[in-house]
């Protein structure tokens, strides 16, 4: 068996997420890398052990809108309770599923920029996250309620409407401890 601590597989053009399940077989890996593949499907052969200790994962530049459109791998993050840092970036995601963040019970640093985002279900979020990137979206009046936890957020570069709908977060932005972030363009 394995004792990896590290492992990154980016810039491979794999297409399969199920590979990630492959990967955390390895019981002491820590960090695993997969940006910028070509995530688009999953099969898998393997379920994730609760007993991981997986704290980073980089899942940017892939297109897992595909995978959670078509109802796979909705699971995927359900074991990963040790957490903290998860990369989503630039996957084209439209929607987040429901329960696509359950489990994360460590979860401190959630990147979502570069998407197509345009709402954000209640209680996407987990109970613990401090930190939300969710530039570059297209999110339009995104309930403030949402952020309300957060120690940081970043929502530059987003398609807000300015209507009724858009008032309570100009109220919550203006009244907020939240550290509001612009992204480095």
Request: aromatic share 10%; proline share 3%.
């Amino acid at each position: 068996r394995s004792h990896a601590a590290f492992i990154d597989v980016s810039e491979n053009k794999l297409e399969n997420l199920g590979i990630l399940y492959s990967l955390l077989q390895v019981p002491s890996v820590k960090y695993i890398i997969m940006k910028e593949n070509r995530l688009s499907y999953c099969y898998r052969e393997y379920i994730i052990q609760t007993d991981n200790q997986l704290e980073y994962l980089d899942l940017g530049n892939n297109v897992l809108e595909l995978v959670w459109d078509a109802g796979q791998c909705l699971d995927v993050f359900g074991t990963l309770s040790a957490l903290n840092t998860l990369h989503l970036n630039d996957n084209y995601l439209k929607v987040l599923p429901g329960d696509i963040f359950l489990g994360l019970t460590s979860l401190q640093k959630l990147n979502l920029s570069s998407n197509q985002l345009t709402y954000l279900p209640d209680h996407i979020f987990p109970d613990g996250l401090q930190i939300v990137d969710l530039s570059r979206n297209q999110l339009m009046s995104p309930n403030p309620q949402l952020f309300a936890f957060l120690i940081e957020l970043d929502i530059t570069s987003n398609r807000f409407i300015c209507n009724c709908s858009l008032i309570s977060l100009i109220v919550w932005l203006n009244h907020t401890n939240v550290t509001l972030r612009r992204s480095e363009e």
